[in-house]
């Protein structure tokens, strides 16, 4: 089956009980173990927003984001892409500040003080240009299979070593204070690709309670890779 084909046909499944995508309802073109993508998923359950959801599956057929259809969507082939109000957003912390600028209802993604909203950012860019982009699949498959795992765990670690020591600064119960930011969105996918890559987490207490204290909460849960509906059933929760 054409990739072209697959495309059409995924446009119609969505995570909600219907077949058919509600007119103006949000819709997260999303794949289920994208960080980048889970990040995003988070936000919208924090805020409570209803939406549809179209997976992407990066792998198969040699990677559906790379059919022209969804390059109209976003012309860097990535998850995840979000439309909403009329207008098509990509790139993950956009599509997270745009939700917190719409929709500034609690919890609050981005603190109203500046220097506090700094910190966040901070992080998250931390994250989210300093580590997540240097394993992810792409680079991945241009280091070889043979060395993969070891890049990983290389550049995963180079970068908790820098986050845990920035958290130790500013973390209470989550990563800037006592208050969910953008930041813990951007933590807990990463920490989870650290687990998959077989990282040693010890070096990272701050990280690791921060991580284990948001896993707890609803929207980390039903956002959570495992309880995608792209999901495969081997890795289903």
Request: charged residues 20%; hydrophobic residues 40%.
């Amino acid at each position: 089956m054409q990739a072209g084909k697959v495309f059409r046909e995924i446009l119609l499944f969505k995570v909600h009980k219907s077949n058919m995508a509600v007119p103006g309802k949000p819709i997260l073109y999303s794949y289920f173990r994208s960080s980048c993508s889970w990040r995003v998923r988070i936000a919208l359950a924090l805020k409570g927003i209803d939406y549809d959801i179209v997976p992407i599956n990066l792998i198969k057929d040699g990677g559906q984001q790379f059919t022209k259809e969804f390059e109209s969507l976003n012309p860097m082939k990535q998850v995840p892409t979000l439309k909403i109000d009329g207008i098509t957003i990509t790139q993950s912390l956009a599509i997270i500040e745009y939700l917190e600028e719409t929709r500034p209802t609690a919890p609050r993604l981005l603190p109203l003080d500046p220097k506090e909203r700094a910190s966040v950012r901070m992080i998250s860019d931390l994250i989210a240009s300093g580590i997540q982009p240097l394993q992810n699949l792409s680079i991945l498959k241009k280091v070889g299979q043979e060395t993969q795992l070891a890049w990983a765990q290389a550049v995963i670690s180079s970068g908790f070593r820098a986050l845990e020591s920035v958290l130790q600064n500013t973390a209470g119960k989550y990563c800037l204070g006592n208050e969910i930011s953008m930041a813990d969105l951007c933590l807990v996918p990463q920490v989870a690709n650290a687990e998959r890559y077989k990282v040693d987490l010890s070096p990272y207490p701050t990280v690791m309670r921060i991580y284990k204290t948001l896993l707890t909460m609803e929207a980390f849960q039903v956002s959570h890779p495992s309880r995608q509906p792209d999901t495969p059933p081997e890795l289903r929760a």
